[in-house]
């Protein structure tokens, strides 16, 4: 574990202690103490401009609930939007003009980190919550460190949730003083033992092997082929176990996250993959762009074009590359084409309703097309998607010539470059059946098997053991775990 990963547990416990030490009323202060000394920390460029928006948007959402008149609120409205996309094209621009690096504070001896932290995030908390007082959903918060604090909430701070202040606000600063229960300890637990295993068991053993993805160059199309398919499970294992570990910390405190993936490669739908994953931000899409666009209340035409500037919108917030417009428009065009051929009366049916192999084939598309769009999102450009088409068609095309023993020997020769033992690979392979599995017990019959309910302490207790056992054992943990080791974590 690197020195930042240590300062980081420091800074929760310490800060844990604190918090349930003070009265009631002065813990969102320690966490607000927290959260701006992580981010100054983390990213001090960005801090600066955090700050500026903050200020902003504070006094403007004030501003706006005052004014009557229609038209100076939406001036206000839209200044207000021009600043807080102009600070994040600034921190943009300045990490790329900077090399996307920038060193931390010499004294402290941390490693580097992206200047983009969670800026990404911020735009979207800044829009919320200044289009919601203009819609006077709420009125504006009196308190700039409590908005502050909504912006900042560090165990959200990097990939999300990203959560709406008029919901977020009773769990930040509740009436009654928060307390460490059992409930919270054993919910974070779950949560964080689940990102554990996600990230470091399953995502890290991807990672071994999509990395070939942008460096094709004498690898096996077979080999290619898995790498492809396994970043479709990298990147979820990723961002849902990061997110799963963030939820259980945000527990440790007594704060409970928003959901943000309900097993989207299990959906039956393009439409409905987009409800289960990445939630708050798909949410966040319909809500402040789809709608007022005129939503699906329009002309068909009109809501192919609303669909197509939403995703398009979605794939520039990734990152100014056309590898992500590109990934972004196939979201939509893949909902575009679902609602062309979808039948007029097409009655609407639980999972564990449908046959399972009309369940299965469903699901099988939506992963499929998934992996395909994924291509894009990871390639570094539109050279890299040719580059590793090409390798995989003219590896293909090599058999007639070589034969198929070298064409299988290439192919093993490609795996053993990898350090990676035969039996542990296999191993990987069968924990990834088993996690498939188990989703889809849950997702069609509702079996959680960590459900107080449901399973009994004896199963449950095993499961945990077992779980910390594969964790510790096959866990790719390295040396130089940080901040952008998290795919979504440069965003």
């Not at 930040?172 to 295993?197: C, D, V």
């Not at 994924?374 to 293909?396: G, K, Q």
Request: hydrophobic share 45%.
């Amino acid at each position: 574990m690197n020195i930042f990963s240590c300062f980081s547990f420091s800074l929760i416990f310490i800060s844990m202690v604190i918090y349930y030490v003070v009265p009631g009323r002065h813990q969102w202060k320690v966490l607000l103490c927290a959260s701006a000394l992580y981010f100054a920390l983390c990213s001090p460029v960005g801090t600066a401009v955090m700050v500026l928006c903050s200020l902003s948007s504070f006094f403007l959402a004030k501003k706006i609930s005052c004014l009557s008149g229609k038209i100076p609120r939406r001036v206000l409205l839209f200044l207000s939007i021009f600043i807080y996309l102009s600070g994040w094209l600034l921190v943009k621009v300045f990490s790329e003009w900077h090399g996307n690096k920038v060193f931390l504070f010499s004294t402290l001896r941390m490693s580097e980190t992206t200047t983009t932290l969670g800026c990404s995030y911020f735009v979207l908390r800044y829009i919320s919550y200044t289009a919601d007082i203009y819609n006077n959903k709420y009125p504006p918060e009196k308190s700039f460190g409590k908005l502050l604090l909504y912006y900042i909430y560090f165990p959200a701070i990097m990939q999300g949730p990203i959560e709406r202040y008029g919901s977020f606000e009773e769990r930040l600063f509740p009436s009654a003083k928060i307390r460490l229960t059992y409930e919270n300890i054993r919910q974070a637990g779950i949560l964080i033992l689940h990102g554990f295993f996600k990230v470091f068991v399953i995502s890290r053993f991807c990672a071994l092997y999509t990395s070939s993805m942008n460096d094709p160059g004498g690898k096996n199309a077979i080999f290619l082929l898995m790498a492809i398919f396994l970043y479709s499970l990298q990147i979820y294992t990723d961002f849902s176990g990061s997110i799963d570990l963030v939820r259980g910390l945000s527990y440790l405190f007594g704060i409970e996250l928003s959901e943000n993936f309900r097993l989207p490669y299990l959906s039956q739908s393009f439409s409905e993959f987009w409800k289960r994953w990445h939630i708050t931000f798909s949410s966040w899409l319909k809500d402040y762009i789809y709608i007022p666009l005129g939503g699906s209340r329009c002309k068909k035409s009109r809501v192919y074009l609303n669909l197509l500037i939403v995703f398009a919108v979605s794939g520039i917030w990734h990152g100014f590359s056309l590898t992500f417009l590109i990934w972004g428009l196939l979201q939509a065009v893949y909902q575009i084409i679902e609602r062309i051929f979808k039948r007029k009366k097409q009655s609407k049916k639980n999972s564990d309703k449908v046959p399972f192999i009309i369940y299965i084939s469903k699901s099988c598309k939506v992963f499929l097309l998934s992996t395909f769009a994924w291509i894009f999102f990871n390639a570094e450009s539109l050279s890299h998607v040719r580059h590793l088409f090409s390798a995989i068609i003219s590896s293909f095309k090599s058999i007639p010539e070589v034969g198929s023993r070298v064409f299988l020997d290439a192919m093993n020769h490609n795996f053993v470059s990898i350090s990676v033992s035969e039996k542990s690979f296999i191993f990987h392979l069968v924990l990834i059946a088993a996690m498939t599995l188990f989703a889809v017990m849950k997702d069609r019959r509702g079996f959680d098997i960590t459900d107080v309910q449901k399973v009994k302490v004896g199963f449950r207790w095993t499961y945990y053991i077992i779980m910390l056992v594969l964790i510790f054992t096959f866990g790719y943990f390295g040396d130089t775990f940080n901040l952008n080791s998290f795919i979504y974590g440069a965003f």
